[in-house]
């Protein structure tokens, strides 16, 4: 169904840009009814199982199914008869759900890897527990343009704890938000889609906590629709393993450079090490858009490695969102350099180093 809003025009444009269309191909030929989201394909992808494995038993099924995974999925794009099929007795979707199920009795979803049995209530650095929380859920039309309308979906919580974060009382629970089941959950995308989203866009705070939930939303969930993985890039290898096969789009922040700004901005250590292994994944299983939000005083040790990172690991046509909207938010003012607005120059420098390093999709 066409979305009947009053739409951005770059994103309708951006439906006759050649380099978004490259990067992004699959996901247009999803929106545009071509082509199966990867979630419809996993759940035809016959896989069985016993539940009572070992943990490590099941993660080295999972991992051989992955490695066909691309192939399955060719199949289906080709219009093969398992195209068109019910999801079998059991798929690789069945076995994601039941493997995030499991890591979210000791959980290590995120980096952090705080161990605590959130299947039982505890509450991890994220103060995430066992009940997914949604503080709302609505047509985005603030996304970049390719994914306008966007379905956004904004659960609680996070795995960082950014001192200038612009969504704090989300990702910090000063609102409570809403709990949904999975199968409310599925109802609420596929009313999305209904209503002419191009996607559904798991954002937050951060999605990672919820990902186990996600996983079994997506079961019930009968539309085709693109998943946008909209996170700030700092989750764990097995967390990656599951999105492998289910997200579409990965939107992902690249936030610092390879210094300590991260751990003392965000409380987040190791961020660089952890965001450039998300970020190729990213590239081995899906499509990506790279958000650079720049900071006031970290041109030098943040913007520009992030950027010559990029261009040199993930190539000149890789979309990248360059953003210059940060504004003093939340604890902003605990880091001197963030009590301030970011200078003109400062974002000018950042993009004439994006040309000079050749990148050629970005956008601001």
């Not at 399955?72 to 079998?88: C, H, K, S, V, Y």
């Not at 952090?112 to 929380?133: F, P, Q, T, V, W």
């Not at 990902?211 to 909209?230: M, S």
Request: contains cysteine; neutral net charge; charged residues 25%.
């Amino acid at each position: 169904m066409a979305y009947f809003g009053i739409l951005r025009p770059d994103s309708i444009e951006v439906l006759r840009d050649e380099a978004c269309r490259a990067s992004l191909s699959r996901y247009f030929d999803i929106f545009e009814g071509r082509k199966l989201a990867k979630f419809q394909i996993c759940k035809r992808m016959p896989l069985d199982f016993q539940e009572d494995a070992a943990e490590g038993d099941l993660w080295g099924l999972h991992d051989r199914a992955i490695s066909s995974f691309r192939e399955f999925e060719r199949g289906i794009d080709l219009g093969g008869p398992r195209a068109m099929a019910g999801a079998p007795g059991k798929s690789l979707l069945d076995l994601k759900i039941h493997l995030a199920k499991r890591i979210l009795e000791s959980c290590r979803l995120c980096q952090r890897r705080c161990g605590r049995n959130r299947a039982k209530g505890e509450l991890g650095y994220c103060k995430c527990g066992a009940e997914i929380h949604v503080s709302s859920i609505f047509e985005h039309l603030g996304e970049e343009p390719e994914l306008v309308p966007s379905g956004t979906i904004f659960t609680n919580g996070c795995t960082m704890a950014c001192l200038h974060c612009q969504n704090w009382s989300i990702s910090q629970w000063y609102e409570v938000g809403r709990p949904y089941s999975p199968k409310s959950l599925a109802m609420e995308v596929d009313a999305l889609k209904a209503r002419g989203c191009r996607n559904a866009n798991l954002v937050g705070g951060d999605p990672t906590p919820w990902l186990p939930q996600w996983l079994e939303a997506f079961k019930y969930v009968r539309e085709n629709i693109a998943v946008v993985w909209n996170s700030n890039s700092y989750y764990s290898e097995e967390a990656a393993k599951l999105l492998a096969g289910f997200a579409d789009v990965y939107l992902l922040d690249f936030k610092y450079g390879p210094g300590r700004c991260a751990e003392r901005i965000s409380s987040a250590p190791s961020y660089w090490d952890v965001a450039t292994r998300n970020l190729l994944a990213a590239k081995e299983h899906g499509e990506l858009i790279v958000r650079v939000l720049v900071l006031p005083g970290h041109i030098d040790c943040c913007a520009k490695p992030v950027l010559e990172w990029i261009a040199r690991n993930l190539g000149a046509g890789t979309r990248v969102n360059i953003m210059d909207q940060y504004r003093p938010e939340w604890r902003y003012y605990e880091v001197e350099e963030l009590r301030r607005r970011l200078r003109r120059e400062e974002f000018q420098e950042v993009i004439s180093y994006a040309r000079e390093i050749g990148l050629k999709n970005f956008i601001t």
